[in-house]
């Protein structure tokens, strides 16, 4: 290890491609997930989902995981379903496995896609495909305007906490639920910094330490590693 190079801990698995531009921008990164997801029993969800699948029906996807689970249950079925979703990661999932002209809306966040579909006027009802941990903002926006919500849980979130022994600059953070599985065992070092995909994901950590925590302007992987990326450079700039 270069004790000269920035050192950086993301929380999640990243692709080869965000790996190498890490490295390329002589940064030492290590990979430590702190979540893990588990699959429902596949009886469960066929009993709720198969029938669906025959129906044209609103549906809304929030996460990646949710669309990987029912892309699997789905074989080849091309159901006939309009769908809402964040942007970025989830909405390119869904235009791979449903086809980009099933998507009606996209936004960048879970609040903003509910405004989104109150707006439209005409939906009274929509089937909300999640995790067993997700935030509230959205089925209770559904739910004041009148809209009756169906949430189908379709994978598990389970915290998987690991000790840290190393010191990091910083520590990237891409979910709330990866932030409770972090500071189960660890404390934050008054030095590192907290990269946060979201504002929820940064409100998670400003619950847990007063550190710096510097928030990223849309959901993508991509995009938060490229603004720690840019934090290190311009800081090594000013030196």
């Known amino acids: 290890m270069d004790k000269n190079k920035t050192q950086i801990l993301c929380t999640v698995p990243l692709g080869q491609s965000l790996i190498d ?4 921008a002589r940064i030492d990164m290590d990979i430590v997930p702190f979540i893990a997801i588990g699959p429902i ?3 469960t969800l066929e009993a709720e989902i198969l029938p669906l699948l025959q129906r044209s029906v609103y549906v809304i996807f929030t996460s990646v995981n949710a669309v990987n689970a029912l892309a699997a249950l789905k074989g080849k079925e091309n159901p006939d379903w309009k769908i809402y979703c964040i942007a970025h990661a ?14 009606v809306a996209v936004a960048d966040n879970a609040s903003d896609l509910a405004d989104k579909i109150i707006k ?3 939906i009274k009802e929509l089937v909300f495909f999640c995790g067993d941990i997700h935030r509230e903002e959205l089925p209770e926006k559904l739910k004041q305007a ?4 169906r949430e189908i849980i ?7 906490p690991h000790k840290i022994s190393k010191q990091y600059d910083a520590v990237l953070f891409f979910s709330p639920s990866a932030v409770g599985g972090f500071f189960e065992m660890n404390k934050a070092n008054k030095k590192t910094l907290f990269f946060a995909i979201g504002n929820t994901t940064a409100a998670a950590i ?5 550190n710096v925590v510097i928030v990223g302007n849309r959901p993508a992987k991509e995009q938060l590693v490229d603004l720690a990326i840019k934090y290190f450079q311009d800081k090594k700039e000013t030196i």
């Open 41 to 43: 029993a596949a009886k």
């Open 154 to 160: 379709v994978y598990k979130t389970m915290a998987t």
């Open 146 to 149: 009148g809209i009756k919500l």
């Open 206 to 210: 400003s619950e847990k330490t007063g």
């Open 120 to 122: 439209q006027g005409d």
């Open 21 to 24: 531009k890490v490295s390329a």
């Open 90 to 103: 989830t909405q390119k999932a869904i235009a791979e496995n449903f086809g980009h002209e099933k998507i």
